[in-house]
């Protein structure tokens, strides 16, 4: 049973309706890995996605040095993750492994990216968006030579004052704007909930460096202060959207 965020609400400090473009010079992507995970658009490290078996899009980084939590109590699988400060937990699919900290991802990712010459740089890359605002990464073991991925960004103090303004049209335009920039084709946007609370889901395809096409499938969603950003990249649609509905339907602020 999902829960709304009690805190959130017009009583929040008033923050201006045009948010958006802000979270999107974080939002969609930059390079970690095979094909998937959360993303950011615009980020400096890499103006374009990439999706090959060497590099895919993946859960990228930006301001805050400030390490994430690990996952702690009963959250200590490498498929569930939980921040104590947000108050989100979330289940990522069989198949997927979790890493929240640097040490994490030199401990845990090998394992299921296997022994590819690439592995090592997208262990690096996660490591170094996991000291950043990026507050997981979880790989899926490769398929056909391409591993899925998933990322949740943490922008810390974004939140609008009004958790529906991540809905509106102003912020539709800007994150085309920004994902077509980056290559993104067949942008969709669809009004959703995490957790009970608004949400913009946004679906898209890439293609990469390589020649192949990822998919991805992006949620934003805002917590009591912080704007949160799931995304889901895979080598094929239907991929995404299955882990996609099981980390959504996992998801709970509590």
């Not at 615009?42 to 103006?47: D, L, M, Q």
């Amino acid at each position: 049973m999902t829960r709304r965020i009690p805190s959130l609400g017009t009583e929040r400090a008033a923050r201006p309706a045009a948010f958006a473009g802000g979270l999107l010079a974080l939002a969609l992507a930059a390079g970690c890995g095979s094909s998937g995970g959360g993303s950011v658009l615009g980020s400096p490290a890499s103006p374009t996605p990439s999706a090959s078996s060497t590099d895919f899009p993946g859960p990228s980084s930006s301001v805050s040095d400030s390490p994430t939590p690990s996952p702690t109590g009963t959250f200590n699988s490498l498929r569930d993750f939980r921040d104590a400060a947000s108050g989100i937990s979330l289940t990522v699919p069989i198949g997927y492994v979790i890493a929240t900290t640097p040490a994490e991802a030199a401990a845990r990712f090998p394992a299921v990216l296997g022994n590819g010459s690439d592995v090592a740089g997208k262990i690096s890359d996660a490591q170094a968006r996991l000291r950043k605002t990026t507050a997981m990464i979880a790989f899926h073991a490769p398929i056909s030579g391409l591993s899925d991925n998933i990322g949740l960004l943490k922008i810390a103090g974004a939140a609008p004052s009004d958790p529906a303004q991540i809905q509106s049209l102003s912020f539709q335009s800007q994150a085309r704007t920004s994902l077509t920039g980056v290559g993104a084709k067949g942008i969709q946007f669809t009004d959703t909930k995490l957790g009970g609370v608004p949400a913009e889901q946004v679906n898209y395809s890439i293609a990469s460096t390589g020649g192949s096409t990822v998919f991805g499938e992006q949620f934003y969603v805002s917590g009591a202060s912080d704007v949160f950003i799931l995304t889901v990249t895979a080598g094929t649609s239907d991929r995404a959207s299955s882990a996609a509905d099981d980390i959504t339907s996992s998801w709970t602020f509590s």
